[in-house]
Nanobody, 116 residues
Framework: QVQLVESGGGLVQPGGSLRLSCAAS????????MTWYRQAPEKERESVAT????????NYADSVKGRFTISRDNAKNTVYLQMNGLKPEDTAVYYC?????????WGQGTQVTVSA
């Protein structure tokens, strides 16, 4: 059974940090580009960070550049999102996505809330 399971979300104060993990099962992420998306209440889902299958290239939304870092460990079949300097506007459900030419998978999401 193909699954992407996100974890690591929670409540954090402004300026704090969180590290999200996305563990894949039922397939190998090694041939997939991996992307973290987020969706805030009453807003459209947006791409936050993408990493290529080999990890050789990354891309970030302007709103998170310099604060978030995406990484992957293909041996552990896991992708990460290190989030530093969190702001209230980062509050959202964060989703993991795996995509290649043939398949496209989503996780169920993990809530991140940034509040004092």
């Amino acid at each position: 059974q193909v699954q992407l399971v996100e974890s690591g979300g929670g409540l954090v104060q402004p300026g704090g940090s969180l590290r999200l993990s996305c563990a894949a099962s039922g397939f190998s992420i090694s041939t997939y580009a991996m992307t973290w998306y987020r969706q805030a209440p009453e807003k459209e889902r947006e791409s936050v960070a993408t990493i290529t299958s080999t990890g050789g290239s990354t891309n970030y939304a302007d709103s998170v550049k310099g604060r978030f870092t995406i990484s992957r460990d293909n041996a552990k079949n896991t992708v990460y999102l290190q989030m530093n300097g969190l702001k209230p506007e980062d509050t959202a459900v964060y989703y993991c996505n795996a995509k290649n030419y043939f398949n496209h998978y989503w996780g169920q999401g993990t809530q991140v809330t940034v509040s004092a």
